[in-house]
């Protein structure tokens, strides 16, 4: 058996390739997933991939899902994929309370929570591979998403500073910052838009595909990529340079 890789929404779209090639790879992969039980059904079927039910918001279910994880996989958890996330779009003046937490909630606080349950045990083996699936747009910042940009760009400052704290563990932290991905949710863009306002924004004149963020991912989680940390790849078609 492989080491143990835990995917976060890793039954669908980016998180669904990410998994695939984990896989691939050699390890024993774990995808989590939050709500959509029929895809991850599928997907389970499809792979043979586990899948796991729980809120990453929640740090209670965080900490008995990677246990129950570990228990089912018989070994500890060595490589985390922080890819959950939400959207919760509006302008800043009609943006709620609410939009702005469930936001926070996922994608930032829910690194934390996933991040935190497994690090002792990274600290304790002396190795660890995390890396966080931030954006675009955690970059740039987007109109009409002042909370997920926030918590994306809330994610490279974790991975920061986590790096840091780990270096001398043997634990890596990087992060990837995906542009514009062909997943169910972007081809769902009317095909106008897309065609006329989001694709000429993008140099190389396409869609990224999910296969290439996994592969992004599965360096970082090798041992080649042991020197590199603290790193963020931006993976955008040129489309923003930091």
């Known amino acids: 058996m492989g080491r143990i890789a835990v995917v976060t929404g890793g039954s669908r779209g ?11 790879e050699g390890y024993t992969v774990a995808a989590t997933y939050g709500g959509n039980e029929s895809a991850a059904s ?13 809120s990453v918001a929640d740090y209670d279910a965080c900490k008995a899902g990677i246990a129950g994880i ?18 919760r779009d ?25 991040t935190h349950v497994v690090w002792p045990g990274m600290r304790e083996r002396k190795f660890g591979r995390v890396v966080n ?28 500073s986590l790096a840091q704290e780990g270096a001398r563990a043997g634990i890596t932290v990087n992060a990837i910052c995906p542009g514009y991905i062909a997943t169910e949710m972007v081809k769902a863009i009317d095909e106008k838009v897309l065609n006329e306002r989001i694709i000429p924004q993008i140099p190389v004149g396409r869609l990224g595909e999910p296969e290439e963020i996994a592969r992004c991912v599965t360096f970082l989680a090798s041992d080649d990529a042991g020197f590199i940390t603290g ?6 078609g040129a489309q923003f340079f930091v």
Do not use: C
């Open 133 to 160: 699936i931030s954006s675009i747009n955690g970059q740039k910042g987007q109109a009409g998403q002042a909370n997920y940009s926030a918590a994306k760009a809330g994610d490279l400052g974790f991975t920061k």
């Open 231 to 236: 790193s963020t790849i931006t993976a955008n």
């Open 90 to 114: 509006a302008m800043f003046h009609k943006m709620t309370p609410e939009q702005w937490r469930e936001v926070i909630d996922t994608n930032l606080t829910g690194v934390f929570n996933m």
């Open 70 to 87: 570990e228990a089912d996989l018989d070994g500890p958890v060595e490589v985390l994929v922080n890819n959950a996330g939400i959207t």
């Open 14 to 24: 980016i998180g669904a390739a990410i998994s695939k090639a984990l896989m691939a």
């Open 42 to 54: 599928a997907f389970t079927e499809e792979t043979g991939i586990r899948t796991y039910k729980w």
